[in-house]
């Protein structure tokens, strides 16, 4: 573990909002001769998935712990993790089903070429659908002239509201008699994003684990259940394949240099996790280690801190 930066954390600087791992704001981990890059991400193991929100809680929040034997990087406190997940392969299907297709096409996918199917999995994004993808059914859909009138660029703003909660499959049961070729549909779409998580643990006290303390987005909108891609993939489907993972450096958000400065961490929302950490890290509380949260909306729900906290 390198040495902490001297500058100061500042909790509360992620947000629950679209995490999607942005390549201009991760940096290149302290790790010199690893194998793994952002493009190339380690295949973590996920070795715990623990509900910590109470039974009659609507919020699901989750403590995972994922195995890292072998990935030969680093992070600090502060930093996040880009989990780069798989989609629903329900919803898969369900695409797969409305466009009348097999699902064994070719098609080009991160620079070679796949199974349709297998491309939907992992490398397209398939919820949010792309201002090419509306415009193509616009296009092609006579039952569509309200998706018409609303790409106008003086209409952007009832555009959005009009969106909120529609996934592509919306538009695609919406208008059946609207098809498109395997080829040209992933065309549409645009290529599926790691999203941040900011890490729970610290390396000095799990030298070869990650802990994430992850808010699993769930929602209904039109009728359909809904599921956040990268949260669900960890709350429901990381169990059975690796879980992809790369360290993203956090310039503005460390410990102080100075570890005899008193903290006060403060986490809004579900932002528990760097305050575990930091916990963690600077070893400040002696034998339990857990945290005393002050809790207010999302966090007031988790059920135990000490057990969110606690060193095994
Ligand atoms: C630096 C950083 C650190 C982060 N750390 C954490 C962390 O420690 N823990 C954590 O839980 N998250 C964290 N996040 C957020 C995380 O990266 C993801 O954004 C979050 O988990 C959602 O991703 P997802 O793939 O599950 O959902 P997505 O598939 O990305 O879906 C989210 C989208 O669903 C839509 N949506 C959500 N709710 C509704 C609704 N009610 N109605 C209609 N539409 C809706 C919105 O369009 C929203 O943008 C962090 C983000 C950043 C940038």
């Given at each position: 573990m390198s040495e902490v930066t001297n500058k100061v954390l500042r909790p509360g600087t992620h947000s629950t909002g679209p995490g999607q791992a942005q390549p201009a704001t991760t940096s290149k981990p302290a790790a010199s001769a690893s194998p793994w890059t952002r493009q190339n991400p380690f295949p973590g193991k996920l070795v715990v998935n623990r509900r910590l929100s109470s039974d009659d809680s609507k919020k699901d929040t989750r403590h995972f712990e994922i195995d890292l034997t072998g990935w030969g990087l680093n992070f600090e406190p502060g930093d996040s993790v880009a989990v780069y997940p798989t989609n629903d392969p329900n919803l898969v299907k369900e695409i797969i089903r409305a466009l009348g297709t097999t699902g064994d096409e070719t098609v080009p996918a991160a620079k070679t070429t796949k199974p349709f199917r297998e491309a939907l999995l992992r490398d397209y994004s398939i919820t949010q659908p792309t201002p090419k993808f509306l415009k193509a059914i616009a296009e092609r859909a006579s039952a569509a002239p309200m998706l018409k009138e609303l790409?106008?660029?003086?209409?952007k703003h009832d555009l959005e509201n009009y969106l909120w909660g529609a996934e592509v499959i919306d538009f695609l049961l919406e208008h059946p008699s609207v098809k498109f070729r395997p080829e040209e549909f992933v065309g549409l779409l645009t290529k599926l994003q790691p999203r941040l998580y900011s890490v729970a643990s610290s390396l000095r006290v799990f030298p070869d684990q990650v802990h994430l303390i992850v808010d699993v987005v769930r929602y209904e909108s039109r009728g359909r259940a809904r599921q956040g891609v990268a949260s669900s993939f960890l709350a429901e489907r990381a169990d059975k394949a690796p879980v992809p993972v790369y360290p993203s450096s956090a310039k503005h958000f460390h410990m102080p240099e100075d570890q005899t400065l008193p903290l006060i961490m403060i986490g809004p929302g579900t932002g528990i996790a760097p305050l575990r950490l930091g916990t963690f890290h600077t070893q400040r509380l002696s034998d339990a280690i857990g945290l005393r949260v002050v809790a207010r909306s999302s966090t007031q729900n988790i059920r135990s801190t000490q057990d969110a906290g606690k060193r095994r």
């Open positions: 790409l106008r660029p003086d209409r």
